[in-house]
């Protein structure tokens, strides 16, 4: 194995864990909204500095990569994929740590009613199954099972989309619960993002398992 071929081994194994990690807060956000339970609170604060140190450290592995090896075709690619989604997951850690905040604002659980009206557990659910999808295809480079994780965000989509009149309604039944009904409204728009970021990880992997850039076919074919 010469030294760009170890890098990127390295820089992989990077990826993985930093993706392991982002997994497990949006898990941990998700107990503390189901559970009401704030002692995960601190530790997901904690490790959002982890995800931090991550993402830096997978920069500057990709910015040495590039400077000192010079890497052509698919290793090229693959540096370039994992810059992105390096940034996505990033900002997927973001929104974990800040639905877990929300609760931290509140004195009592959300209600079993507002959780069930809103399928807001079942959004935590989704979102976490598509992270462990494209974990897993990154791992095993199958563009077949990457290609499947593409336009799955559309559930979690109507979720979001549903969210604004079930929360209205809630309001007009239960005035003395108006604060938590926001917080969870904003921790819906939060998921609605997580599962945009997951879209864009994918569409990365196509662009390196296959050399094609689907973001911009999308673009063209909207303006068509």
Not at 124 to 136: A, G, H, P, Q, Y
Not at 200 to 210: C, D, K, R, S, T
């Amino acid at each position: 194995m010469n030294h760009l071929e170890t890098e990127i081994v390295s820089l992989k194994r990077k990826t993985v864990e930093m993706w392991q990690l982002v997994y497990s807060q949006v898990d941990k956000s998700q107990l503390v909204f189901s559970n009401f339970d704030k002692n995960l609170i601190q530790n997901i604060k904690i490790n959002e500095k982890m995800v931090d140190t991550f993402e830096l450290m997978i920069d500057i592995d990709c910015e040495n990569i590039l400077a000192l090896y010079s890497p052509v075709a698919v290793d090229l690619r693959f540096v370039l994929t994992v810059l992105k989604i390096n940034y996505n997951l990033e900002r997927i850690g973001d929104y974990a740590n800040g639905v877990s905040k929300l609760i931290n604002d509140l004195e009592n659980p959300v209600s079993e009613e507002l959780l069930r009206s809103t399928n807001i557990i079942e959004m935590f659910n989704l979102c976490k199954e598509l992270l462990k999808d494209s974990l897993n295809s990154f791992e095993t480079e199958n563009n077949w099972d990457t290609r499947n994780i593409l336009g799955r965000d559309k559930a979690i989509n109507k979720i979001n989309k549903d969210a604004t009149i079930i929360v209205s309604d809630y309001i007009i039944n239960n005035p003395e619960d108006v604060m938590t009904a926001m917080n969870v409204l904003s921790a819906i728009r939060k998921l609605e993002r997580v599962g945009d970021h997951i879209q864009n990880i994918a569409e990365e992997l196509i662009f390196f398992m296959e050399a094609k850039i689907i973001k911009h076919q999308k673009k063209s074919k909207s303006k068509e």
